[in-house]
């Protein structure tokens, strides 16, 4: 029953700004972690930042700090990731994934691990082009 689902993504100039959003259901736990991930063409699979349910801590790849800014809104059930000063690089396609049992994204500096995460979303094109 868990589901997640991305939206806000679009074509955005370099140094613009969007805002994604990940609906979340079917978390039955109080202890989950919520991450997104992003893919470009011809590439692994990259994590971007996760954010933890109980401690609030979040984390981020090297490539974003600074840049893009991930937080939650519990009553809507929903994470969203404020990506700023947007480059030509940051384009792919974003994931939200979530770890449903374990608060994998609490108290940790690192950028999420694919592995840690069974439930994904559909995906959201994000594309950096002037």
């Known amino acids: 029953q868990v589901q997640l689902v991305e939206s806000g993504g679009g074509l955005v100039q370099p140094g613009g700004s969007l805002r994604l959003s990940c609906a979340y259901s079917?978390?039955?736990?109080?202890?989950?972690?919520i991450g997104w991930f992003r893919q470009a063409p011809g590439k692994e699979r990259e994590g971007v930042s996760c954010?933890?349910?109980?401690?609030?801590?979040?984390c981020y790849s090297d490539s974003v700090k600074g840049r893009f800014t991930i937080s939650r809104d519990n009553a809507k059930n929903t994470v969203y990731l404020q990506m700023n000063s947007l480059e030509p690089g940051d384009t792919a396609v974003y994931y939200c994934?979530?770890?449903?049992?374990?608060?994998?994204?609490?108290?940790?500096?690192?950028?999420?691990?694919?592995?840690?995460?069974?439930?994904w979303g559909q995906g959201t094109q994000v594309t950096v082009s002037s």
């Open positions: 994934a979530g770890n449903p049992d374990y608060d994998v994204c609490e108290n940790t500096l690192a950028p999420p691990d694919s592995s840690q995460f069974g439930w």
């Open positions: 954010i933890s349910s109980s401690s609030g801590s979040t």
């Open positions: 079917g978390f039955t736990l109080d202890y989950y972690a």
